[in-house]
């Protein structure tokens, strides 16, 4: 009797978990493969979600998914850890070891095998090498980053209150999660204002930075426009085509030589890969540190190795550019492989992956989202904004969470999300 198929998957983000959900309810439970997922956090959270962590107006507990519980009832296994290198002759990928936060050894480095490996390490923000920003900023790029982030926050907060002071953020990245954030920390401080100091929202002085020509660069500028006039009008400075030199104790140093103080200071801008992964195992890839793959997803120099998500690098035939690293396009490749990896197991060949633009959304949380519609559905180009665009955005989440947990939980779990909001507080507040 041959043994099953070693399937490992490292990286538990959207690409990654989607991934061992479907392939651990059909090979795993199968007796077929053996399907393992490694990450070093024991939790996922949909990375679109960060920035209501990190601003608090989401409850973190509710939001999450526990690995090894999920991974117990889908037919695969967590393995806890963090990828430092692969080798590729062996077929194994190394980890590091597991230490408790006083520095006490938990696990030490080990190595994992596999017959197939599937890269969804997902990405980070790029800080270019700017002076000060690893030391002065905060990212948002992990569950672990948002908590980091909210509490400062909340600590800064109280400190305005209790000073009588401004609270002064500075975010640098006029991308979605720069611009969501923003409006997410205005959201948070409207409503604790019903919790104490009626003013605190009044204190909040927040600057976004982008040094583009404009906010929202992926996103067509009829929206940039709208998304920039809705953040100005809640009482925002946005500069755009300002480049930052240095993030120092303070606040953002601009192009110009002036500053733009700040007491919390976020980056993000840019989007890389880890960077162990910069030519791995002598695998090709980008400056990005994105593992380059053809269109079958699979890297160009190892058929065995297959990249997902913001860590890969796919240039469709006829493009320019490489795709986008978002959400979309990662639980595409997820639900692309998951489909059709059993049959290349099986000795079949893999079709090319076909990625399909169902258009983009950007939510400013209760105050306005907008949208495009793609380019396939009736409606394909089309905008729209509001509450259709509030709601589509919405959607997105209940459509992840119905990939992991099918329909009837991922219900269970949105109407114990609502009864929560009922009775808690709608922020977090300690």
Partial sequence: MSKPVRIVIVGGGIAGIVLATKLGDTLGRAGKAQVTLIDRSPTHIWKPMLHTIAA??????????IFLAHASEHGYAYEPGEMLGLDRERRRVQLGAITMPDGTMVLEPREVGY?????ALGSRANDFGVPGVKTHCHFIDSQKQAEIFNEALRARAFRSVARDEALRVAIVGGGATGVELAAELSRLLEVASAYGDASVRERLQLTLLESGPRILGAFPPAISASSQQQLEMIGFTV?????????CPGGFVHDDGALAQADLMVWAAGVKAAE???GIGGLETTRANQIVVGPTLQSTRDDHIFALGDCSSLTPA????ALAPTAQVATQQAEYLARHLPGWLAGKPLPDFAFRDFGALVSLSDYDAFGTLGRFGFFRGGFIRGRVA???????YRRHQQSLHGLRKATLLWTAERINGWVQPKIRLA
Wanted: charged share 20%; aromatic share 2%.
């Fill in 56 to 65: 608090g107006t989401r409850d973190v507990q509710q939001q999450q998914v």
């Fill in 239 to 247: 500069k755009t085509g300002t480049r930052v030199t240095e993030a």
């Fill in 276 to 278: 162990f992964l910069s």
């Fill in 318 to 321: 006829g493009a320019e550019r």
């Fill in 115 to 119: 017959d197939v490996l599937v890269l």
């Fill in 390 to 396: 509030q709601l589509s955005h919405a959607m997105l």
